[in-house]
């Protein structure tokens, strides 16, 4: 009998207040979308990434012990701050997610929701499907909720409007910008492996002809784009939105709309000021625990 790979997984215990930070911890250092569970009765947080590969553990634990100091020195409570790297069966591992991931609604426009959810959508609800995987964004997210609002509140239905999705991860606006109606809509992320799984969930929702998927870094993208877009969406850490804000605003059309997430709402203001030397405005803004993201449109 064939037996799976086994994944190997890194856990962090900690405190709710810190969740989210040592959740973005974790994406910056492997480069995809950690999950992160709450325990109501014990009132701890435990974050998780998986891998294919066995973590360098002389290297990746030292690296998350100092970000967790960091996170620690912006008065955020990180709780117990264990890590963990351990082997777990690629099985359990994907069946522990049914417990945890649950249909979510944006507006009245789109429906996210797992393959084994039996919810049904309202009449003209667009559905993407999204299981979560090594490389994921389910929605769940904060900042990827707020994504998903503002890419179903700039829709028009009676125009065609472009997309462009920096940093997509599991593909997941991209996806929910081609089912709502969105063309062209182009995505693009640092890690090939975001970027299988991402054309995998475009095939899965039957938009693979719809979603042009590449590797691409932002930090190397043209200073002078070939195309511009009507909405734009960079799901990034601070640091590297300001470092790249001209990329950025450059590939966003004059009246269009660009929607800056990731972000911890300690660094918001820098984010907004750096972005307004640029004669981008604040028009819509959202704070949800320790993360804020916020749409700018010209002035």
Same mark, same amino acid.
């Given at each position: 009998?064939?037996?799976?790979?086994?994944?190997?997984?890194?856990?962090?215990?900690?405190?709710?207040?810190?969740?989210?930070?040592?959740?973005?911890?974790?994406?910056?250092?492997?480069?995809?979308?950690?999950?992160?569970?709450?325990?109501?009765?014990?009132?701890?947080?435990?974050?998780?990434?998986?891998?294919?590969?066995?973590?360098?553990?002389? $290297? %990746? &634990?030292? /690296?998350?012990?100092?970000?967790?100091?960091?996170?620690?020195?912006?008065? !955020?409570? @990180? =709780?117990?701050?264990?890590?963990?790297?351990? $082997? %777990? &069966?690629? /099985?359990?591992?994907?069946?522990?997610?049914?417990?945890?991931?649950?249909? !979510?609604? @944006? =507006?009245?426009?789109?429906?996210?929701?797992?393959?084994?959810?039996?919810?049904?959508?309202?009449?003209?609800?667009?559905?993407?499907?999204?299981?979560?995987?090594?490389?994921?964004?389910?929605?769940?997210?904060?900042?990827?909720?707020?994504?998903?609002?503002?890419?179903?509140?700039?829709?028009?239905?009676?125009?065609?409007?472009?997309?462009?999705?920096?940093?997509?991860?599991?593909?997941?606006?991209?996806?929910?910008?081609?089912?709502?109606?969105?063309?062209?809509?182009?995505?693009?992320?640092?890690?090939?492996?975001?970027?299988?799984?991402?054309?995998?969930?475009?095939?899965?929702?039957?938009?693979?002809?719809?979603?042009?998927?590449?590797?691409?870094?932002?930090?190397?993208?043209?200073?002078?784009?070939?195309?511009?877009?009507?909405?734009?969406?960079?799901?990034?850490?601070?640091?590297?939105?300001?470092?790249?804000?001209?990329?950025?605003?450059?590939?966003?059309?004059?009246?269009?709309?660009?929607?800056?997430?990731?972000?911890?709402?300690?660094?918001?203001?820098?984010?907004?000021?750096?972005?307004?030397?640029?004669?981008?405005?604040?028009?819509?803004?959202?704070?949800?625990?320790?993360?804020?993201?916020?749409?700018?449109?010209?002035?």
């Amino acid at each position: 009998m064939k037996t799976s790979k086994p994944l190997w997984r890194v856990s962090v215990t900690t405190s709710l207040e810190a969740e989210d930070a040592v959740t973005e911890l974790l994406n910056t250092i492997f480069g995809a979308t950690a999950a992160a569970y709450f325990n109501l009765e014990t009132g701890v947080s435990i974050v998780s990434a998986f891998r294919d590969q066995k973590p360098d553990v002389k $290297k %990746v &634990k030292p /690296e998350i012990l100092s970000g967790l100091q960091h996170i620690a020195d912006c008065d !955020l409570k @990180i =709780g117990a701050g264990q890590v963990e790297i351990a $082997k %777990v &069966k690629r /099985e359990d591992w994907a069946e522990s997610w049914k417990r945890h991931f649950h249909p !979510l609604e @944006i =507006g009245k426009t789109l429906l996210v929701k797992p393959s084994w959810s039996k919810k049904r959508p309202r009449k003209n609800q667009a559905v993407v499907i999204l299981d979560p995987g090594l490389s994921f964004g389910t929605g769940q997210h904060p900042t990827t909720s707020f994504c998903l609002g503002e890419i179903a509140r700039c829709h028009k239905g009676d125009m065609t409007q472009s997309f462009l999705d920096i940093g997509t991860g599991s593909g997941i606006l991209a996806i929910a910008a081609a089912k709502l109606g969105y063309q062209p809509v182009q995505a693009f992320d640092f890690d090939p492996e975001s970027v299988r799984v991402a054309k995998a969930n475009a095939r899965k929702n039957r938009v693979e002809n719809k979603v042009k998927l590449t590797r691409g870094d932002v930090t190397k993208l043209p200073l002078k784009p070939a195309r511009q877009f009507d909405l734009v969406c960079a799901n990034l850490i601070s640091t590297l939105l300001i470092a790249e804000k001209r990329r950025i605003v450059n590939r966003l059309k004059r009246g269009g709309t660009l929607v800056l997430a990731g972000i911890l709402a300690a660094e918001f203001a820098e984010v907004e000021q750096a972005f307004a030397g640029l004669k981008l405005k604040l028009v819509a803004s959202r704070v949800e625990n320790e993360w804020c993201s916020g749409a700018f449109c010209f002035v």
